[in-house]
């Protein structure tokens, strides 16, 4: 006879739903693996008249809007977070976690801004809270960091981690596809998040990026602490010139220990050489290289967003949750943000890195020479310098790659180079990635 688990699930949107959807499909190989049933008791929703797309053999009456109901039935001991924002699905976290409810939650947006005092909550009241769907959709890139990773210093984490815009950067490299149309298709198939600026902007790469590295690193790293440039100002010529010197451009989410120890923290769009494994990582797929000190480069790969991928990794939570593994982990390991020491970041002026610039210049003699004089009094050194004859206009772009150099000598470059009575428009500075080079 198996024994019987009570969850309630908070929200019932895309991921609610293939929750739903995956506890129907594998019920019986649950039970027959981990001799639980897991029931869900409760579905709380704003609206429970509303057609959705859940099993037919779901139970309607276990759909309501009473969230204080579906917390309090002592019946329940998981209570699964789905709802997404920081004000309501933290009242309803606080108030399960004090009823003695074990958590599991996707929302990076609240972990981010409240992980520390969520986690000291739910450690005082003997609860635990697990996060796998918060990053990367159905990648199990949190176990691997806890659990598989943990014999290494990570040294390095660097992540396509928003399925949205991977899925638009590939639409608009792969079919010349517009923005808009391609961020429409985006969210028509359910990626997107409610708010979309939130993945456009960087903002959701920089949670996950936030939650992740402060597992990988053992320090609390928040949103705010992370450099954000997002893909909503990119150019599809930016694209077009990336891919003539053999890149192309993704989002990536990055997080890299100094020689002496302090972080750097940046969500960008950055050029990515076409050689390199992340650039096979298309549409709304994600990947996660780590660098370890003793696995080296490890990469974790797969979907990123979505109905099923997303509830995938709900549902390990559930399981892991139900048969005491999460817990037991939750009590034992001083990984999360609650336990993390304080961050320690690199000055944004002292990293370095290789840059991609595009400058709108007039064309005329002598342009090119002031231009290259900035960088070489600013001892950068240029790796290539691309420019296309204009047919329309006396502006043309000038694309250039620099060699490493640091990232206050190129603000300087740049600020000099704005300035000159030739340029016509502000400069474009993307990063360049580079593997680290003693894990490559
Ligand atoms: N909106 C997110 C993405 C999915 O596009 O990756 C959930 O994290």
Do not use: W
Not at 19 to 36: D, N, S, Y
Not at 221 to 239: M, N, Q, T, W
Not at 317 to 346: H, N, Q, W, Y
Request: glycine share 8%.
């Amino acid at each position: 006879m198996s024994q019987i688990v009570g969850i309630s699930l908070l929200g019932c949107g895309v991921v609610g739903s293939g929750v739903l959807k995956i506890l129907e499909l594998q019920q019986m190989e649950i039970e027959r693996r981990t001799g639980l049933r897991l029931e869900v008791r409760h579905v709380v929703v704003r609206d429970p008249a509303r057609v959705r797309d859940i099993p037919a053999a779901f139970p309607r009456d276990r759909i309501h809007g009473d969230a204080d109901r579906a917390i309090d039935d002592p019946n329940v001991a998981i209570v699964v977070e789905l709802i997404g924002g920081t004000t309501r699905a933290r009242e309803l976290i606080d108030r399960a976690i004090c009823s003695g409810k074990h958590i599991v939650t996707a929302n990076k947006s609240l972990l981010a801004l409240a992980g520390p005092e969520l986690f000291r909550l739910a450690r005082e009241r003997n609860s635990s809270i697990s996060f796998e769907a918060s990053c990367a959709g159905g990648i199990p890139i949190i176990d691997a960091l806890l659990r598989g990773l943990s014999a290494n210093r990570i040294d390095a984490l660097i992540g396509i981690v928003n399925g949205t815009c991977n899925f638009i950067l590939s639409k608009m490299t792969r079919e010349k596809m517009g923005y808009a149309e391609a961020l429409a298709e985006a969210q028509a198939l359910g990626f997107a998040e409610a708010d979309p600026t939130l993945d456009v902007s960087g903002r959701d790469a920089a949670q996950k990026l936030a939650v992740l590295s402060t597992l990988a690193f053992g320090v609390h790293v928040r949103e705010e602490d992370i450099e954000l440039c997002g893909i909503d100002g990119l150019a599809a010529d930016d694209i077009r010139f990336a891919g003539e010197f053999g890149h192309v451009i993704k989002l990536l989410a990055s997080a890299s220990r100094s020689a002496s120890g302090a972080l750097r923290l940046r969500v960008s769009p950055t050029l990515v050489p076409q050689s390199d494994m992340l650039a096979q990582v298309s549409g709304s797929f994600n990947a996660v290289s780590v660098y370890g000190s003793s696995l080296g480069h490890a990469m974790f790969y797969g979907r990123g967003a979505g109905q099923l991928p997303t509830g995938s990794a709900v549902v390990a939570d559930i399981l892991s949750t139900a048969t005491g593994v999460g817990p037991a982990m939750f009590r034992a390991l001083k990984s999360f943000p609650d336990s993390a020491g304080p961050v320690r970041l690199e000055h944004a002026d002292a990293s370095e890195s290789c840059f991609y610039i595009r400058l709108t210049v007039e064309d005329r003699p002598g342009v090119l020479a002031a231009v290259t004089d900035a960088f070489g009094r600013a001892s950068i050194s240029l790796r290539a310098v691309l420019q296309h004859e204009s047919s329309s206009s006396d502006a043309v772009p000038v694309v250039i790659l620099t060699h490493r150099c640091r990232t206050g000598a190129l603000r300087e470059a740049i600020r000099q180079i704005n300035a000159l009575p030739a340029s016509r428009a502000a400069a474009t500075c993307l990063p360049v990635l580079e593997s680290p080079v003693e894990f490559a």
